[in-house]
């Protein structure tokens, strides 16, 4: 059996492409890219020698063995130890919406399902939904209707669409809206179902949705409430 989490890089944005580069090699083909600026204090950039860059934020599903790999590479070939290079970490996943998007995600890793994350105790869950782009409002209302209270959107690209049509039959646009919802974990199967079903791979939205658990919160209660 296999664990399963989400790679989060962030990177910096002028060596994306040779990060992206590292991962196919990993076998780490489907990612999704958005931008970011570094906010670090201008006394600790003068310190490190560093100027203020602009970032690359990529999200990558791995299994252990695979981050296992890519991280030994990313520390010995992309010098990523370096300050201001990047940093890179995981976050275990509780449960990814569909076997054809799973073996999309995962292809040539070795993948071999087993149970959820061992964090099945905790009170919320972030579902990360991956969608084309102009499809926001369709997602959040089939989530309200199933008990969402909001979420946040991110503009991001694919890389590795290209590689839909054999596991999923389509083609995938490469232009993405990443929307991100805490929700409680007993709506969280209710949500994802509403979202495959309303906007899910045989829609327009195409979207691919996955879940990752959430240790504690700040900020809910009153959303929730209300």
């Known amino acids: 059996m296999?664990?399963?989490?989400?790679?989060?890089g962030i990177l910096q944005r002028s060596r994306l492409a040779g990060f992206v580069a590292l991962y196919r090699?990993?076998?780490?083909?489907?990612?999704?890219?958005?931008?970011?600026?570094?906010?670090?204090?201008?006394e600790t950039l003068d310190c490190l020698g560093l100027d203020r860059s602009d970032k690359a934020v990529t999200l990558?599903?791995?299994?252990?063995?695979?981050?296992?790999?890519?991280?030994?590479?990313l520390q010995s070939r992309m010098r990523i130890d370096v300050p201001g290079i990047g940093i890179a970490f995981t976050v275990p996943l509780s449960s990814i919406g569909g076997k054809r998007e799973l073996q999309f995600?995962?292809?040539g890793q070795n993948y071999?399902?087993?149970?959820?994350s061992t964090l099945q105790d905790t009170t919320h869950q972030l579902l990360v939904i991956i969608a084309n782009h102009g499809y926001t409002d369709l997602i959040m209302d089939a989530a309200r209707e199933a008990g969402a209270a909001g979420g946040t959107v991110l503009h991001a690209k694919g890389t590795g669409m290209e590689r839909a049509e054999r596991f999923l039959g389509i083609s995938l646009a490469a232009e993405k809206e990443l929307l991100l919802i805490v929700a409680r974990t007993p709506l969280k199967n209710a949500i994802m179902?509403?979202?495959?079903?309303?906007?899910?791979?045989?829609?327009?939205?195409?979207?691919?949705?996955?879940?990752?658990?959430?240790?504690?919160?700040?900020g809910l209660?009153?959303?929730?409430e209300e």
Do not use: C
């Open 193 to 218: 179902q509403a979202v495959m079903e309303n906007a899910g791979m045989e829609t327009p939205a195409q979207s691919i949705v996955f879940s990752l658990p959430v240790t504690s919160t700040a």
């Open 221 to 224: 209660r009153l959303v929730e």
């Open 2 to 8: 296999s664990k399963l989490y989400l790679m989060i």
């Open 25 to 42: 090699q990993h076998h780490v083909t489907a990612s999704f890219v958005t931008l970011g600026v570094g906010t670090a204090a201008s």
């Open 60 to 73: 990558s599903l791995v299994t252990d063995g695979t981050w296992q790999a890519l991280k030994r590479d």
């Open 105 to 107: 995600l995962t292809e």
């Open 112 to 116: 071999v399902k087993g149970e959820e």
